[in-house]
């Protein structure tokens, strides 16, 4: 193997050290050109390995702007394996001259035929960044004789679909956007038949897209919708700044509406992420309270319908696996299946379909909720009335690196540094029925803490009491947090 031509046109700056984390490399988009195309370099390795097509999704998600980062797609469209990871970031910290001796380091612990073809998707969010740098992606694959399938402007969930649309040679369906388009809204057209007539009120949903790839491609799927949803989009990249106080990450955090959104009392509203792979819903009451169903309301709604499917459909005991959607397929052919079963059947393999299942989706999650709510006459009222939140606080501390933080038990519980989770706890034992967690971000330096108890004033107290021992602990940057009132 000779040393990567173009290498020289991609120098790594001296003495900088990145770490691939949860969600890839992300930073400011100046240090990055040579990462991109050392991650063009290792997808290719790592394509030439597992026989299939890799994706490089050029994207850093809900953070600003002016950052970027890049993340790796394994064949199923799932997230790169933990070894892949380390030598993910063992390349992108080699100096310019080991850069060789690094590459033939994981050739050889890979036993990797570099004589095996490879192909790469390439895909971009819409940070101005991002052509360069996914150029210098392209320049990586090129340098080892790999080919690529440059997508363009796509958003993550997208790119991962693609990938295992491709590797499982279209049984997962067609490896382009426009088949993204018709096989989703298809399943979600197919769902929503079983809704009874819906008002146009009833049909309208406010979506904030993050001024990100997701508002995009929800105008480029709104067609394809046929008006069973009325789309109000807003944050929609015309003008306003990627993330900047919109977005899904905004909204969770802040517990506010998004700047740009005109919201009507009682109206549903969710809000996309940067890259559209998050969703939140929320709405204000008539008493101008701001109500937010994020992750756990969205998993309860679904979960709950698709627990009532089964039922009506006698698979309680099914998992969702290719024998479950196999046993589906036969119990809607068959003609002994009563018409109570076939409907709750058909229901189930229409909701399976809407479902990305290789990566979390704020488009189709969006989606497969409208069809939910759609199927059971539910307003958002309604199902945020499902169950009761404690009143909580979400906040984030600025560290100087993340790292110091381990968690165990499901991140519940802080292990590093020490001190830090008897600290929580002491604070903890202050209030009524209440929980702290503190967690750091697989993006960016900082700590997420959340906090809830038996009241508003309370939660938001332990938030910042939890959040003040976490930056006199693991190394806070800039002023300590301020309390909230």
Request: with cysteine; hydrophobic share 35%.
């Given at each position: 193997?000779?040393?990567?031509k173009?290498?020289?046109?991609?120098?790594?700056?001296?003495?900088?050290?990145l770490?691939y984390g949860?969600?890839?490399?992300?930073?400011h988009?100046?240090h990055?050109?040579?990462?991109?195309f050392r991650?063009?370099?290792l997808?290719?390795?790592?394509?030439?390995?597992?026989?299939s097509?890799?994706?490089?999704m050029?994207?850093?998600?809900?953070?600003p702007e002016?950052?970027?980062?890049?993340?790796l797609?394994?064949p199923?469209g799932?997230?790169?394996?933990?070894?892949?990871?380390?030598y993910?970031?063992?390349?992108?910290?080699?100096?310019?001259d080991?850069?060789l001796?690094?590459?033939k380091?994981?050739?050889?612990?890979?036993d990797?035929d570099?004589?095996?073809?490879?192909?790469i998707y390439?895909?971009?969010?819409?940070?101005?960044s991002?052509?360069?740098?996914?150029?210098?992606?392209l320049?990586g694959?090129?340098?080892?004789?790999g080919?690529?399938?440059d997508y363009?402007?796509?958003?993550?969930?997208?790119?991962?679909y693609m990938?295992?649309?491709?590797?499982?040679?279209?049984?997962?369906g067609?490896?382009?956007?426009?088949?993204?388009?018709?096989?989703?809204?298809?399943?979600?057209?197919q769902?929503?038949?079983?809704?009874?007539?819906?008002?146009?009120?009833?049909?309208?949903?406010?979506?904030d897209?993050?001024?990100?790839?997701?508002?995009?491609?929800m105008?480029?799927?709104e067609?394809f919708?046929?008006?069973?949803?009325?789309?109000?989009?807003?944050?929609?990249?015309?003008?306003?700044?990627?993330?900047?106080m919109c977005?899904?990450d905004?909204?969770k955090?802040?517990?506010?509406?998004?700047?740009?959104?005109?919201?009507?009392v009682?109206?549903?509203?969710c809000?996309?992420?940067?890259?559209a792979?998050?969703?939140?819903?929320?709405y204000?009451?008539?008493?101008?309270?701001f109500h937010?169903l994020?992750?756990?309301?969205?998993?309860?709604?679904?979960s709950?319908?698709?627990?009532?499917c089964?039922?009506?459909?006698?698979?309680?005991q099914?998992?969702f696996?290719?024998?479950?959607?196999?046993?589906i397929?036969?119990?809607?052919?068959?003609?002994?299946?009563n018409?109570?079963?076939?409907?709750?059947?058909k229901?189930?393999?229409?909701?399976?379909?809407l479902?990305?299942q290789t990566?979390?989706?704020a488009i189709?999650?969006m989606?497969v909720?409208?069809a939910v709510l759609a199927i059971?006459g539910?307003?958002?009222?309604d199902w945020?009335?499902i169950?009761?939140?404690?009143?909580?606080?979400?906040l984030?501390?600025?560290v100087?690196?993340?790292?110091?933080?381990?968690?165990?038990?499901?991140?519940?519980?802080a292990?590093t540094?020490?001190?830090?989770?008897?600290a929580i706890?002491s604070?903890?034992?202050?209030?009524?029925?209440?929980?702290?967690?503190?967690?750091?971000?697989?993006?960016?330096?900082?700590?997420?803490?959340?906090?809830?108890a038996?009241?508003?004033?309370?939660?938001?107290?332990?938030?910042?009491?939890?959040?003040?021992a976490?930056?006199?602990?693991?190394g806070?940057?800039g002023d300590?947090?301020?309390?909230?009132h």
């Open positions: 193997l000779d040393s990567p173009n290498s020289k046109l991609h120098p790594k700056p001296e003495g900088l050290a770490q949860t969600a890839g490399f992300r930073t988009a100046k990055l050109d040579h990462i991109m991650m063009g370099l997808a290719t390795l790592r394509s030439k390995k597992t026989k097509t890799i994706g490089v050029v994207t850093a998600s809900h953070n002016e950052d970027n980062g890049v993340k797609t394994d199923m799932e997230m790169v394996t933990a070894v892949w990871e380390g993910a970031t063992q390349l992108a910290n080699a100096e310019q080991s850069l001796k690094e590459l380091d994981i050739i050889e612990k890979e990797i570099m004589s095996e073809p490879a192909s390439v895909g971009k969010d819409t940070r101005p991002g052509a360069s740098l996914s150029r210098a992606v320049d694959v090129s340098s080892l004789g080919k690529t399938h363009g402007l796509v958003t993550t969930p997208q790119l991962h990938v295992c649309c491709c590797n499982t040679h279209g049984c997962y067609s490896p382009t956007v426009e088949g993204y388009y018709q096989k989703l809204s298809q399943a979600f057209l769902l929503t038949q079983n809704a009874s007539n819906r008002t146009d009120d009833q049909k309208r949903l406010l979506v897209g993050a001024n990100g790839i997701g508002a995009l491609k105008r480029e799927m067609p919708l046929r008006s069973k949803l009325q789309v109000v989009l807003s944050n929609d990249s015309s003008s306003g700044k990627l993330n900047h977005g899904a905004y909204v955090v802040q517990q506010k509406a998004p700047q740009g959104m005109n919201m009507g009682g109206e549903r509203c809000s996309f992420d940067g890259d792979d998050r969703i939140v819903y929320y204000t009451d008539s008493k101008g309270c937010l994020d992750g756990d309301k969205i998993a309860t709604l679904i709950s319908d698709m627990m009532s089964l039922f009506f459909a006698g698979m309680l099914v998992l696996s290719k024998a479950a959607q196999k046993q397929q036969e119990l809607v052919k068959d003609p002994n299946t018409d109570e079963r076939k409907r709750a059947v229901l189930l393999e229409s909701t399976i379909n479902i990305n990566v979390g989706d189709l999650d989606l909720i409208e059971r539910m307003s958002v009222q945020h009335a169950y009761t939140d404690l009143p909580n606080r979400q984030k501390v600025t100087s690196d993340r790292r110091v933080i381990d968690t165990t038990d499901a991140e519940r519980r292990v540094p020490e001190g830090l989770q008897d706890d604070l903890v034992k202050k209030y009524k029925t209440a929980r702290s967690f503190v967690r750091p971000s697989g993006t960016e330096d900082v700590v997420r803490v959340y906090a809830e038996d009241t508003q004033e309370n939660a938001d107290r332990l938030a910042h009491e939890v959040s003040l976490v930056y006199r602990l693991a806070g940057v300590e947090p301020k309390p909230l």
